[in-house]
Each structure stands twice: as structure tokens, then as C-alpha cells.
């Protein structure tokens, strides 16, 4: 270990250089689609460009092997989910030759910050070696080992695009992945570690009951375009059962496994397939009009990305209950499929650069952090 840690060491002085770097990052999300991955240019502070972007869909034998992963802990994970995920990985993030460090999030299987702490599957040192390349990875524990929750991380560089964007004013943007999160964001404020930048917390499940839902009563991945909600009724009584949770009652920042609701589909398993669907869409929105009522004050729209954004019925139920406009990113130039590979090219350059990627506003963590670990390629393969 001792070896390995002073080899990290003088990559990290290498690559903390000033000026830009060209940095890839990789997402697998809760939802199980696929791996996302994006280049952009930043010196850590600023978005100083966007590059190309990617996208390896997972084949049905690894996502049934990455599901059966849920909840696990190091050692309990399948066999073989970890070199599925590698390769996954690799054959994908191979097709961007620009990139100078690549930020690996890996697969999360399983997330208690404040008991057995948090767990991404994936080794960036053998994803390094793959690649030929530095990687940076592990981005959640040192946050979780200093008391934070973890989680929310993209927030930084929301901080980042609110600034890109040149708003003047707070602005919330919502991820609607397989668990939602809020962020609010005073870009007056230059640094997003610093008091009153940043406010940003899980608001509950998003996609992930849905689509656990239409997997297993009508083998399709997810209710596309809201078709199926669409034709259905909101079931109101299990709205407000939900909204019993107690996570709801927590302050904020905060976050979630995705299973920590449990069984969400089987808050509906009396309803038939449309109304079911129909409620657990309203679910995710009464979720995040629940999340709204914690930001320092109401942003007058909601800035949306991740898949949720294209569901218009999703959309629709979000702006009814919100009582304010919920739009994609892509109305201000931003990208929603990959703005969570984006986040993490962007921290990937702040760990090399040794500053925070995470505070008080986004993880709870007493004072502000840098998090993940360096690990570098061997140096006669790189660009070879």
C-alpha cells in the first residue's frame, strides 16, 4: 500500500499543473441503462468547454449481474460483476483517446453514510491500467469518513454551470435519475464551497420504482414518453402515504440508497398497470415539490436533467405540483444525458488540483473535503 500511495502522490503533483486539463467522465447509474461518458475542458474552477460525448448501452447478462449487486456490500457482489463493469467501462471510455484523466464513478450498490458507509463498485487502478491513463475514482468515502452523506456530488459543478449558463440569479437544477436530487445554486457567490453557494439533497426515488414497475409487469425498461401514465389515474391516498416517509422529515442535505424506500411498486400492487404507473410518477413529483420547500427560497424554474426530463407526463406533474416551470437544460445549452458524466470529469481535475468536492450545503460534512483516490497508468503505455 505504502508503494502504491507515493506513486499516487507523484502523479497528483504531475497533473496539478496550472491551466486546463481535457477530462473524461464515466456515470452507471441507479437506473441501469448504460454507461455514460463526456470530455470536457476546466481547470478545476471554470467550464472552459465541452467536448465529445458517449454512450455503451448494458446488455440484459449485465444488468441482471449489476441488479442482483443492489445492496451489496465489498466481497458479498456477484461474481464476476466487477470484470463486467471494467469491461463495460473500458470499451467505451477506449474511444476517447483526448482525454488526459479519466473521473470513474463506478457501479453504487449500496449506500448507509452513517452506518456501513458507502460502496461503488469498480477499481480504478485496474480501469488505469486498462486504459492507459490516470484515473481518478472513489469520489464518495472520504466525504462519508469525515461524517458527510456522500451523496449528492454533482452540485459543484452545477455551481459551475449556473455560472457557464451566466445566470445573475439562484437557479435550482433537478437530476431525475434512478433517485432524484435538487440543487440550489447562488452563482453571485465565486467559490461553491463557500457559505450560502450551494444547498442540494436526494428528494426521494425518481425512476427507479417506475421503471422497476414496467420491467416486471410488462418486461419494458421504462414507461417511454409517459404513455402508460399517460392513460392512467393518481391514486392520491398513496401519494400521502408516501410522503409519510421519514425521510421527508429529515433536514437537509440528505440522501438515500435507492432502496431505502423499500418495495415502492408495492405501494400500488392493488392498481391496475396505468394507474400504477400514473402514481408512481406523481410520486417523484410530489417528491420533488416536497425537496422545494427546503431551498433558501423558490427558484422560478427548475433546470431538469437525467432521463426523467423526457418524460412529459413526469414533467407536467412536476410543474402542476411545484407550481413553477420545469424545463430541460437543453433550453440553456446544456446537455441532460450527460451532465452527471460531465460533473465527474470536472471533479476528477479538482481532486488532481486538491480542491473541495464537497461541503456543509451539499453532504453535511463538517468542513470541506476533497475526495477520491489517484490512481495513475503505467507511463510507457500512455499513448502508446
Known amino acids: 500500500m505504502g508503494a502504491r500511495q507515493g506513486k499516487e502522490k507523484t502523479m497528483s503533483q ?25 470530455v470536457i ?29 443492489f445492496g451489496c456490500w465489498p466481497g458479498e457482489e456477484p461474481e464476476g460483476a466487477q470484470a463486467a463493469l471494467h469491461a463495460a467501462h473500458a470499451a467505451l471510455l477506449a474511444d476517447f ?8 464513478h463506478g457501479q453504487t450498490l449500496a449506500h448507509d453514510p452513517h452506518g456501513r458507509g458507502t460502496f461503488q463498485l469498480g477499481d480504478g487502478e485496474v480501469l488505469a491500467e486498462m486504459l492507459a491513463r490516470p484515473v481518478v475514482w472513489d469520489f464518495r468515502s472520504a466525504d462519508v469518513a469525515a461524517g458527510g452523506e456522500g451523496a449528492p456530488l454533482a452540485p459543484f459543478f452545477h455551481h459551475a454551470c449556473a455560472r457557464w449558463i451566466g445566470a445573475r440569479q439562484p437557479v435550482a437544477f433537478l437530476n431525475l435519475g434512478g433517485v432524484g436530487n435538487l440543487t440550489w445554486v447562488d452563482p453571485t457567490i465565486a467559490a461553491p464551497e463557500a457559505e ?19 420491467q416486471a409487469r410488462r418486461g419494458q425498461e421504462v414507461d417511454r ?60 413529483a410530489a417528491s420533488v415539490a416536497a425537496g422545494l420547500r427546503r431551498m433558501p427560497q423558490r427558484p422560478a424554474r427548475l433546470l431538469v436533467t437525467g432521463g426523467g426530463r423526457l418524460n412529459p407526463v413526469l414533467m407536467a406533474m412536476i410543474g402542476a405540483r411545484c407550481d413553477c416551470e420545469a424545463v430541460a437544460v437543453e433550453h440553456v445549452g446544456l446537455d441532460g444525458d450527460m451532465l452527471e458524466a460531465q460533473a465527474f470529469a470536472y471533479l476528477a481535475v479538482r481532486v488532481l488540483r486538491g480542491l473541495p468536492t464537497s461541503c456543509a450545503g451539499t453532504t453535511g460534512v463538517a468542513h470541506p473535503v476533497s475526495g477520491g483516490r489517484i490512481s495513475p497508468a503505467d507511463p510507457l503505455r500512455r499513448r502508446a
Open 196 to 214: 450560502g453557494a450551494l444547498l442540494s439533497f436526494d428528494t426521494g426515488p425518481a425512476n427507479a420504482p417506475l421503471n422497476d414497475l414496467m
Open 14 to 38: 504531475v497533473l496539478r499543473a496550472e491551466g486546463p486539463l481535457r477530462a473524461l467522465g464515466a456515470m452507471s447509474g441507479t437506473s441501469l441503462d448504460g454507461v455514460d461518458a463526456a
Open 97 to 104: 483517446p483526448e482525454a488526459e484523466v479519466v473521473g470513474f
Open 225 to 284: 414518453d409517459g404513455a402508460l401514465a399517460g392513460q392512467g389515474k393518481v391514486d392520491e391516498a398513496v401519494v400521502q402515504t408516501f410522503l409519510s416517509h421519514p425521510y421527508f422529515d429529515r433536514p437537509a442535505p440528505k440522501s438515500l440508497d435507492r432502496n431505502e424506500f423499500g418495495d415502492t411498486t408495492a405501494l400500488v400492487g392493488h392498481l391496475d398497470d396505468a394507474d400504477a404507473a400514473a402514481t408512481l410518477t406523481a410520486l417523484c
Open 41 to 69: 475542458d476546466t481547470d478545476g474552477q471554470d467550464i472552459l468547454g465541452f467536448g465529445r460525448s458517449g454512450y455503451r448501452a448494458y446488455g440484459e447478462a449485465e444488468q441482471a449481474l449489476l441488479r442482483a449487486g
